[in-house]
Antibody, heavy 120, light 108 residues
């Protein structure tokens, strides 16, 4: 069974940092692109970042470029998102998602999410 | 970036109704469009990709159509489990992915 479990969320002050983790199991982690997607309270979905199988390609939504860093450790079957210089507008549920085997960034499995709250 | 405009934002319907949601892209996507369903407090669930390919395990009452800049998601006969929010998402480029604003399907 494919399982994605996020952790690391919490309450952080503006300008603070957090590191989110996503533990993957039930599939060959190193064979899939992975993504982070977020959802502000009561709002829609927003793609944040994605990373290829080996970690050599990384892409970000403009609003987080230079502040967030996506990475992965295939030996540990884990995906990460380092969040720096956090702003109130980064408050959201953060989901990790697995890319489908078919071509294209299509997410067939999602974690349950981890909540990040940025507030003083 | 490609902008996705989804309509309507809210839809009131009854069990058994045929429901159609539209998604328009600001530029052509070929068929690089997916639909997701999200229920309150839960992660999204993939329904359709490549505009019209039904994901494994998704009921056949869901269907997708369109190409280029206009796409539709149709639920042929609405079931109680289908009351949820639906999002389209374009994936024309790996580096700039965008969602529509969502359509909440409510009980009439």
């Amino acid at each position: 069974e494919v399982l994605l479990v996020e952790s690391g969320g919490g309450l952080v002050q503006p300008w603070g940092s957090l590191r989110l983790s996503c533990a993957a199991s039930g599939f060959t982690f190193s064979s899939h692109w992975m993504s982070w997607v977020r959802q502000a309270p009561g709002k829609g979905l927003e793609w944040v970042a994605n990373i290829n199988q080996g970690g050599s390609e990384k892409y970000y939504v403009d609003s987080v470029k230079g502040r967030f860093t996506i990475s992965r450790d295939n030996a540990k079957n884990s995906l990460y998102l380092q969040l720096n210089n956090l702003r109130a507008e980064d408050t959201a549920m953060y989901y990790c998602a697995r890319d489908h085997v078919v071509p294209g960034v299509i997410w067939d499995y999602w974690g349950q999410g981890t909540l990040v709250t940025v507030s003083s | 970036d490609i902008q996705m405009t989804q309509s309507p934002s809210t839809l009131s319907a009854s069990v058994g109704d045929r429901v159609t949601i539209t998604c328009r892209a600001s530029q052509g996507l070929s068929s690089s469009l997916a639909w997701y369903q999200q229920k309150p407090g839960k992660a999204p669930n993939l329904l359709i990709y490549k505009a019209s390919t039904l994901e494994s395990g998704v009921p056949s009452r869901f269907s997708g159509s369109g190409s280029g800049t206009e796409f539709t998601l149709t639920i042929s006969r609405l079931q109680p489990d289908d009351f949820a929010t639906y999002y389209c998402k374009q994936y024309n480029s790996n580096s700039a992915l965008t969602f529509g604003g969502g359509t909440k399907v409510e009980i009439k």
